[in-house]
């Protein structure tokens, strides 16, 4: 099919082919939408807040289709500082002739989907090549058909992708869905959220979050999550812990009050971004009060 004959989306920022080829979403769901729903808590939506700020590679799995993947992808794209290039990958299309004019710490490189299924996904020596982009500082958000970060690395070390093991570890964050039967019909739940650490050589998985059942609770250790921050990212801990619990409230405020589309919340995470950096602006001792303080 032509880039003409794919879905094209009413948002500007997403290129035609996005959603695939079904059509796209008028009012795709925020990530306070998400909440709503229970496909995923306040604290884990926070923490990946802070993740997707400090530039975290992210990979949306699920073994089965239709589970909303793209849907929290596009609702955590939400989250990307404006100061950062998104890259929207062309699929088999894709030359990566951005390379040498984008700063890797601040670009973002988006990928609908890894997966030889369709020729707007990425595959083949692409996967390769995006790997080894990752691996020079860029961070990468798309999504796969898999069933856990365990099945996300053997995708990826099998053939045909046969990406090498170090360039693995520069996947930060593996988040899986699953669908489920609720009382009013399907669900669709953040099932585990998984994080590839190295361990013997060879890359072990810690999971951060997870969920028995579709229908059972979201259950995650903060002292993991403050970890993970403090030693993937580098954010003090005793900041990260605050941050966190700071973000879980805000978010549970902002459903509360009903902020609740994707354009409010778009406009609230911007005004909460702007309002930190005034603070850290207040903060920071002028020119005469640290000559004084020598």
């Known amino acids: ?20 080829y079904r059509e796209s979403p008028s009012n795709p769901l925020s990530l306070i939408e998400l909440i709503a729903s229970e496909m995923l808590d306040a ?51 894709e030359r990566f002739e951005f390379v040498d004019q984008d700063d890797p710490a601040r670009t973002y490189l988006l990928c609908n989907e ?11 020596r692409g996967v390769r090549r995006l790997f080894e982009l990752l691996q020079n500082g860029f961070a990468m958000a798309t999504t796969v058909h898999a069933g856990g970060a365990r099945e996300v690395l053997d995708l990826f070390r099998g053939f045909p992708l046969e990406v090498p093991e170090p360039h693995l570890a520069s996947i930060d964050l593996v988040l899986t869905l699953g669908v489920g039967l609720g009382s009013r019909g399907p669900v669709r739940r953040l099932m585990r959220m998984e994080a590839p650490l190295p361990a013997d050589g060879r890359l072990g998985i810690q999971v951060l979050a997870e969920r028995m059942t579709p229908l059972s609770p979201l259950v995650s250790n903060p002292a993991a999550l403050v970890r993970l921050l403090a030693e993937r990212f580098g954010i003090e801990r005793r900041a990260a812990s605050a941050e966190l619990a700071r973000r879980e409230r805000v978010l549970l405020h902002w459903l509360a009050q009903g902020i609740t589309s994707r354009e409010a919340v778009r406009q609230a995470v911007a005004a909460y971004r702007q309002r930190a950096i005034e603070k850290d602006a207040g903060a920071a001792p002028r020119g005469g009060d640290a000559q004084a303080g020598a």
């Open 43 to 93: 604290r884990v939506a926070a923490f990946l807040w802070i993740a997707v700020e400090h530039h975290a590679t992210v990979i949306v799995a699920a073994p089965e289709p239709r589970a909303g993947k793209t849907t929290l992808l596009t609702a955590l794209l939400d989250l990307i500082p404006p100061n950062t290039t998104r890259r929207y990958l062309r699929g088999w299309y």
């Open 1 to 20: 099919m032509a880039e003409s004959e794919c879905s094209r989306s009413p948002w500007p920022d997403e290129p035609p082919g996005w959603w695939g």
């Open 114 to 124: 890894i997966s030889s299924h369709l020729p707007i996904y990425l595959w083949g």
